[in-house]
């Protein structure tokens, strides 16, 4: 017999640790595989981070890290132990303290626990289901669903396009009892309780014969909402350069359409995984209007002085009309000496399997190259380039690995066979389902000006 249980921890104790700041968590289903067949008798807990604003975090049990660097929407294996009483804490990934959260739980024989992190960071809250190890009946799988969007209404979950609701008016912090379906693939929708609305599309949901699963919708409404078209500026920086250069960033958003636009900056530092980006709060924008951010980095993200910031932005918005122009400039006593760079939207990024070429690559006493490289996805993905001398020898074919929405630049990328003018790299990326940007950038020794070369 399957068990659920809801239990708010006695003796629970949050303090101490700061919210990850904005981070995008839109609202999202992660579906877990309970897997039944494998408790071998004993206890077995599996962790799910579901609060949108928290940091990654260790989960140390009676004072022995158990599951490291647990990130948001991102499970643990199961792990099993003896029944009897544990001390559980949280601490920041790598720290051993704050202790943002302890607890003692009480864990019986032949029982798996799924123990979710729910809410705000302010309010974090464990919510933990229980299960016996049964299965269901054979051609038959079972699925259960918690609702873990702390500003998402209740929600029914029905079979999509208008169909039946297969489980009614779930709410914040509930779940529903196990369902046992037909072995198949589904397309199924949460939808706003009592209404036709929908909240969160299922789609392909599959569960196999003997499946046993939980379904857990996770992240924010308010960090989706009609917020839905990106665009990037591949190359931003608050940060000291070669010599006595100092760069920064400053960015023109300009509304082309014809209604009020809402958007936010988000910030992708280099060599960083920024699936969960820093953001900025929303900004509206009129109709025909311009807005400066001058030294972006500095005045949106507060990054400051002495901070070495390189990277990237984005913006998220509800609009597919805004214009974006960038410019990245050194500060010197002679004025200033500036790298412009246009904003790209997401479906003009170079997709996959399209080769794009970057000319004009010099790497003399005089002036230097480097490329610059932006993952324009959330996954993920392998960036392969080859570098070719003015007289079309090849000197080099490589690649690299970037993670979510990384970015990175490669500096003097001719510098070994130096003197070069007019060399030139093909970049490309094969990974399924990738999109990317790149530019290249040639910069005068004596004054650090920049010039940019854009793909072809």
């Known amino acids: 017999m399957i068990r659920n249980v809801f239990i708010v921890v006695a003796g629970f104790v949050m303090l101490g640790l700061a919210p990850s700041i904005d981070a995008a968590t839109p609202l999202n289903a992660v579906i877990l595989d309970d897997d039944p067949a494998g408790n071998m008798g004993g206890a077995r807990v599996k962790v799910l981070h579901a609060s949108p604003d928290a940091p990654a975090v260790d989960?140390?049990?009676?004072?022995?890290?158990v599951f490291a660097n647990v990130a948001f929407e991102d499970p643990t294996d199961f792990a099993e132990v003896p029944a009897g009483t544990y001390n559980v804490k949280v601490v920041p990934t790598g720290l051993t303290e704050p202790v943002v959260?302890?607890?003692?739980?009480?864990?019986?024989?032949?029982?798996?626990?799924?123990?979710?992190?729910?809410?705000?960071?302010?309010?974090?809250?464990?919510?933990?289901?229980?299960a016996d190890g049964s299965s269901p009946a054979a051609g038959?799988?079972?699925?259960?669903?918690?609702?873990?969007?702390p500003d998402a209404p209740a929600v029914d979950i029905a079979v999509a396009d208008g169909g039946p609701v297969l489980l009614s008016n779930v709410a914040f912090q509930a779940f529903t009892e196990y369902l046992p379906v037909p072995a198949g693939t589904y397309d199924l929708e949460a939808r706003i309780a009592g209404t036709s609305d929908v909240a969160l599309a299922l789609s392909g949901v599959t569960v196999e014969d003997g499946g046993v699963y939980t379904a857990v919708a996770t992240g924010l409404v308010a960090d989706i909402g009609a917020l839905d078209n990106f665009y990037f500026v591949p190359a931003a920086a608050r940060a000291d350069g070669v010599g006595d250069s100092f760069f920064v960033t400053d960015i023109d958003v300009n509304n082309g359409g014809g209604e009020t636009a809402t958007y936010k900056v988000l910030w992708l530092p280099r060599g960083e995984d920024n699936a969960e980006p820093a953001m900025s709060d929303e900004v509206t924008i009129e109709p025909g209007e311009t807005t400066r951010w001058k030294d972006v980095l500095g005045t949106v993200f507060g990054v400051p002085d002495g901070t070495d910031a390189l990277g990237a932005v984005a913006f998220i918005s509800d609009s597919e009309d805004l214009l974006f122009f960038s410019r990245t400039f050194n500060v010197s006593d002679a004025g200033t000496f500036g790298q412009a760079i246009p904003g790209i939207p997401a479906?003009?990024?170079?997709?996959?399997?399209?080769?794009?070429?970057?000319?004009?690559?010099?790497?003399?006493?005089?002036?230097?190259?480097?490329?610059?490289?932006?993952?324009g996805t959330g996954e993920p993905m392998t960036i392969q380039w080859r570098r070719y001398t003015a007289d079309g020898t090849m000197v080099e074919e490589s690649m690299a690995d970037l993670p979510a929405w990384g970015n990175v630049q490669l500096n003097q990328v001719f510098g070994a066979e130096a003197p070069v003018e007019g060399g030139y790299i093909d970049v490309w990326t094969e990974t399924e389902g990738a999109a990317f940007a790149a530019y290249g950038s040639v910069l005068d020794n004596t004054t650090s000006d920049p010039t940019t070369v854009l793909p072809q």
């Open 59 to 65: 989960i140390l049990v009676d004072d022995t890290v």
């Open 101 to 130: 959260i302890e607890a003692d739980l009480d864990l019986m024989a032949a029982t798996d626990y799924l123990v979710v992190a729910t809410d705000l960071l302010a309010n974090i809250t464990p919510v933990i289901l229980t």
């Open 140 to 149: 038959n799988a079972w699925v259960r669903f918690l609702h873990a969007s």
């Open 347 to 375: 479906d003009e990024l170079i997709p996959a399997d399209t080769m794009k070429r970057i000319l004009f690559f010099t790497e003399t006493d005089d002036f230097r190259s480097n490329i610059g490289i932006l993952n």
